[in-house]
């Protein structure tokens, strides 16, 4: 696993994943929360639509049914009176079925089943014994009735709804019944039929034994089914929704209502899926609508983090070179535009000017003799570092007081170190603000002349010896100096080389009587070499 060092994150880099991240999640969230609710809506409405279209339906079922019940009371009270004349039975048959087209067929039939008479005539019925499960039914019940279904003489899968004949003595004639056709088109298929199967919603009626009397798929219908859970409720009496799987597997939400003029229920029911196919392209809408804002609010957010983290990015890199004497100048120019950032660079300049001052003041007394206030040794190696680079000739003078050991001891240690401080005066006042003068022992002092040849070097040391000699140190009266002198580039010689040669030339004038400068023979060789 990348660790979080690897993954070298940033200030903007947060921001973004934060803003991004609490934006993504609002958005999200928002989205499926609205796409619940409008879920949990549309069901719940779709639901109700059913159960109220099924109420709808159950309601103009009954109506009819009632309807072509008072037909034949109205039928039967006609014929009750010319039970006898075969051309009323003819006519009212044809009538009835012709009239109001509420049914396939009529029929009378007397008291021992006889078809008296028919319509239409083409059934060839007419003198026949009936013997179907309705006109059974008809005939031992003896009351106005609507029959399970059944297949009939015909061969046709019927449901027979018929009203018995009774004289004025209130004596059983026979009854007059009509026919529906389950699975041709009829009454019930005008009634019933939906125009919205096009997303796959579809009714169906059942009669108490499950049997389907209506069903778009017409093969279905005599059909029996059990275990349907709305099938089950709406046999019940109830009326109301549910979501079920139907026969074909699919989600269904469904609306039923029982009907009262007979034992059937309606179903209408609409796959789920259809239900929800708008609320995606509603949704698919939303994301859409929303891409643009989301665009836009993601640059915003990406412009914002990188002015919040440009700051303090700029501090943190001028961070890494605080002893850089640029960093003050580059921490003023850091865009501070909010408190924090503002505050840290206030800070870090102050932070800064006291490090530099520190800094400062550490190098001045790393690279200084304390008592003269001259360079030390190590300022002396760094400056002829610097020259051998630059390849700047210069000519050492090694200075030495005479005798001083015996300033010491007559006058103390302290008017010691102020001859040391009076002569380190005189050398910086005799040479040039280019030269470099230095402290490298206890009263030794050594002092780089860059671009002078010999002869001047040479005479600039004598001016040197003369001035210190004349001046007048209190207590101790007037000092001797000795200066051994050599110079570079001499034949190759390394800068300890010509250090070493000045310290033997210095050696030379002590040994022959001090108070004097004496130049390396080399060194004027050299210079010999150069101006031939
Ligand atoms: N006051 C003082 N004396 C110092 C300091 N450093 C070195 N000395 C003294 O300088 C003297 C050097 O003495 P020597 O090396 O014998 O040299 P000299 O007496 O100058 O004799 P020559 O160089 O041979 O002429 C010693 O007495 C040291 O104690 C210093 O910082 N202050």
């Known amino acids: 696993m990348r660790s979080l060092k690897n993954i070298n994150l940033d200030l903007k880099k947060l921001i973004l994943f934060l803003a991004i991240s609490v934006t993504v999640i609002t958005f999200l969230n928002g989205f499926y929360s609205s796409y619940q609710v409008q879920k949990q809506q549309l069901q ?56 109001t087209d509420s049914f396939n067929s009529t029929v009378v039939v007397d008291k021992d089943g006889v078809v008296l008479g028919l319509s239409p005539l083409s059934l060839k019925l007419k003198g026949q014994l009936l013997e179907s499960d309705g006109a059974k039914q008809a005939l ?43 699975k041709q088109k009829g009454i019930l298929h005008d009634l019933l039929q939906v125009h919205f199967h096009k997303d796959g919603s579809y009714i169906y009626v059942v009669d108490k034994s499950r049997r389907l009397l209506y069903h778009p798929d017409v093969a279905r219908i005599g059909e029996q089914v059990f275990g349907n859970p709305v099938i089950e409720a709406v046999l019940r009496g109830e009326s109301g929704t549910r979501q ?9 939400l469904a609306g039923y209502a029982p009907l009262k003029s007979a034992s059937w229920g309606i179903v209408t029911q609409r796959p789920l899926g259809a239900t929800f196919a708008p609320l995606d392209g509603l949704m698919m809408n939303v994301l859409y609508r929303t891409l643009p804002v989301g665009l836009a609010t993601f640059i915003f957010i990406w412009v914002l983090a990188r002015l919040i983290s440009q700051p303090l ?64 040794r190590r300022s002396l190696e760094f400056m002829l570092d610097q020259l051998t680079l630059q390849q700047t000739s210069f000519t050492v003078l090694a200075i030495d007081i005479d005798f001083f050991k015996r300033v010491n001891d007559e006058f103390g240690h302290d008017i010691g170190d102020i001859v040391l401080q009076s002569l380190a005066t005189i050398i910086v006042d005799v040479t040039r603000e ?49 200066i051994g002198i050599s110079g570079w580039p001499l034949m190759q010689l390394s800068v300890e080389d010509i250090l070493k040669q000045a310290d033997q030339a210095l050696y030379k004038a002590k040994k022959t009587g001090r108070n004097r400068c004496i130049i390396d023979s080399q060194f004027i060789q050299s210079e010999f070499v150069e101006q031939q």
Do not use: C
């Open 313 to 376: 990015r700029q501090l943190a890199e001028t961070a890494k070179t605080l002893d850089n004497p640029s960093t003050s100048q580059q921490l003023k120019q850091v865009r501070s535009w909010y408190y924090e950032s503002s505050e840290l660079r206030l800070a870090m300049l102050k932070g800064v000017g006291l490090l530099q001052n520190q800094i400062g003041l550490l190098q001045h007394e790393a690279q200084t003799d304390p008592l003269t206030g001259l360079h030390n």
């Open 434 to 482: 280019n030269d470099f003068v230095a402290r490298t022992g206890g009263e030794e002092f050594i002092v780089i002349l860059p671009n002078i040849n010999a002869k001047s070097a040479y005479l600039l040391a004598e001016r040197l010896r003369m001035r210190v000699s004349e001046t007048i140190i209190e207590p101790v009266g007037s000092i001797n100096i000795s």
């Open 244 to 252: 079920l799987i139907n026969s074909q597997n699919i989600a269904m």
């Open 140 to 182: 031992a019940k003896k009351k106005p009735m609507i029959s399970e279904p059944y297949i009939s003489a015909a061969g046709n899968l019927i449901i027979f709804i018929s009203h018995p004949i009774f004289n004025s003595q209130d004596e059983y004639l026979g009854y007059i019944g009509g026919t529906l056709y389950l």
């Open 44 to 99: 719940s409405q779709t639901l109700k639509n059913h159960n109220a279209y099924a109420a709808k339906l159950v309601s103009a079922t009954d109506r009819f049914l009632l309807a072509a019940q008072q037909q034949l009371a109205y039928s039967a009270k006609i014929l009750a009176i010319q039970f006898n004349d075969a051309n009323t039975l003819a006519q009212e048959t044809q009538r009835l079925r012709l009239q």
